[in-house]
């Protein structure tokens, strides 16, 4: 603790990167109703204080090695279904957020947001609001309502992300060639592409896969 009042909102802060991680926690610390109680640098260290320290709020991000984000969130939500998590990241795709937002939290937001936007997005989620801003509300909103792929067709658009054939893809998963095709025009239907290097730029942008 930093001396200040025992009401303001106890914070932890989680990024694999010190210099954000740094750089949010100077930024918390200058605010009256605020502070830092503990700062994590992967998932599984955010969810092991969350349990020390029992903050009010977690600020966290959502590629950390050890646990992601969307894990500690799970964990953290299924220790306090009532936790208050806010997602600071620099993805935007759709699955991203809508992965976080399904997984419990309560805000998302991008780190290129202004400061004050974010401090305002703390108090808005301590308060037991939820926090998303509209272009990324739309985004959560098309995720929501359009065709999600099945968990075989994110295994076959990982292996073409790894440039496999069909061939290739139906022997590692013990498949037909000719089920891999139906599963590859599913996938193209589903993401509105014509071509395997379209489909993996779209699933890429989009948070489906990651290269």
Known sequence: MNGKD????????ADDHSVVREGLVSLVKRKADMTVVAEAS?????VDLWKEYRPDLVLLDLRMPELDGVGA???IRELDPS????VLTTFDGDEDI????KAGAKGYLLKDTAREALMECIRKVHA???CIPPTLAAKLAERVSGEALSAREIEVLQRIAAG????EIGAELFISEGTVKTHVKSIFSKLDVVSRTEAVATATRRGLIQL
Do not use: P, Q
């Open 73 to 75: 969130i799970k964990e």
């Open 164 to 167: 496999k054939s069909n061939k």
């Open 42 to 46: 992967n998932g599984r260290e955010a």
């Open 128 to 130: 037991g609001e939820t």
């Open 83 to 86: 936790a208050h998590i806010v």
């Open 98 to 101: 809508y992965r976080a937002i």
């Open 6 to 13: 025992k009401k303001c909102i106890r914070i932890l802060v």
